[in-house]
DNA sequence: CCGCTACTCAACCAAACGGTTGACAACGCC
DNA sequence: GGCGTTGTCAACCGTTTGGTTGAGTAGCGG
């Protein structure tokens, strides 16, 4: 897999990772340092910065420049293409039961003389 | 890290990988078999049942028995769970990104004397 | 300018991942 | 019952990942 070929798979890359969706639900509340972020985990801050560097090659986040600071912000508008991507096919799923669902009820009403008698088959 | 600690973090990395992401697209428009879901992937059939074991252990599909085949299924309401952690933090962030905007509204309503010279500092 | 703070870069390591091949299990069909 | 089909399990291999430590860079404050 020599690199991740699309940004969608970086998205959901960098979100499998449960210390990155937990700092990334932290930045929804406001932008935060590198020290900031990294202050609950038990690790080192480089192991922190390399999330963040995770995250923007994501562009979750952006990182911009404060004197020494470092100040994460997240860029929502990244989640859009995740959503869309669900989105598109839950709905196929989802109509393509409901179809389903439809033709069943179909074929009940058509031959319930003999469902009524062998429905229970298969 | 040891195992994938949760459900989440199972989804989120099932779908971070291209050919599990096509794997699931495709069955948003019907059920298939192991080997009609490798046939269009240069890879071998292990490789395609391994990510199946992917995908269904973050309860994406679901497989049952059908003689030798295995059809899998495509279980769509996980997506729902992603949804929601996405739609979380997207509306937080852009409520905060809101009440920052309107913020910046009322400063600029205040103190638009200031802002009109002295406006390009920086 | 020196030192402290804040952070990144580089090298390294163990574990996980995605792929391979080989063996074999389950089932329908002749 | 043996054979072909369909798919899984196991062992192995190279690359990536997430962590470490050590060194170095950037900028403020005395």
Known sequence: MVEHEDRLSRVFSALADPTRRDMVARLAAGDATVS??????DVSLQAVSKHLKVLEDAGLVSRSRDAQRRPVHLDAEVFDLMTKWIERYR??????YQRLDALLDRLQGRDNDESKDKGAAG
Chains 1, 2 share one sequence.
């Not at 900031?36 to 985990?41: I, K, R, S, V």
């Not at 709905?91 to 393509?96: L, P, S």
């Open 36 to 41: 900031e972020l990294a202050a609950p985990y």
């Open 91 to 96: 709905q196929q799923a989802e109509e393509r």
